[in-house]
């Protein structure tokens, strides 16, 4: 074989090489959104501070949904540290696809209780750890938002707005 087709050769080699890795790391991106009712199955919370102002613990909520038009469950643990109704809480959420994929979710926000109507807000920041099945690969940001109408332990309303990578 001449050295011009030889080197021809190469190049396209290393062409297919280089275009096989700039695709392999396109990952593809997938909006996922979804609202759900969760409900407290299971919770220690704790109460300290001169007139037990202060509380602490943890919720475990679980709920239904759908996403893409498939239904999915959907467990909440939360994890608070309030003062007088306000503060920071944090924790996870799993979403249960229809198939059995697993989303793994971190989420890190603040509450904020409307003491009038004796409503809390949530707004928080979420992060997606893994997942399996269809979302084995996935990362990704997002938000969470939610309502909570009357005391610590309540359902919640809750609403996901997610940037998954795959």
């Known amino acids: ?24 790391g396109c990952a593809q991106q997938e909006q996922i959104q979804f609202s759900s009712q969760l409900t407290s199955i299971e919770r220690v919370l704790n109460q300290v501070g001169p007139e037990t102002e202060k509380t ?10 759908t996403i893409a038009g498939q239904p999915a469950e959907v467990e909440m643990l939360g994890s608070v540290d309030y003062k007088s109704g306000d503060g920071e809480f944090f924790g996870f ?9 697993q989303l793994g979710i971190r989420m890190d926000g603040q509450a ?12 928080a920041k979420l992060e997606v750890i893994g997942g399996t099945g269809k979302w084995a690969n996935a990362s990704g940001k997002g938000e969470f938002t939610g309502n909570r109408r009357g005391a ?10 997610l940037e998954v990578k795959e």
């Open 152 to 161: 610590l332990g309540s359902p919640v309303e809750m609403s996901v707005g």
């Open 112 to 123: 904020k209780l409307n003491t009038s109507t004796n409503d809390t807000r949530f707004d």
């Open 56 to 65: 602490y613990g943890w919720n475990r909520f679980t709920g239904t949904t």
């Open 1 to 24: 074989m001449p050295m011009k087709s030889l080197t021809r050769s190469a190049l396209a080699i290393c062409a297919l090489g280089v275009a096989a890795v700039a695709l392999a």
């Open 93 to 101: 959420i799993t979403v249960v696809a229809a198939d059995g994929s």
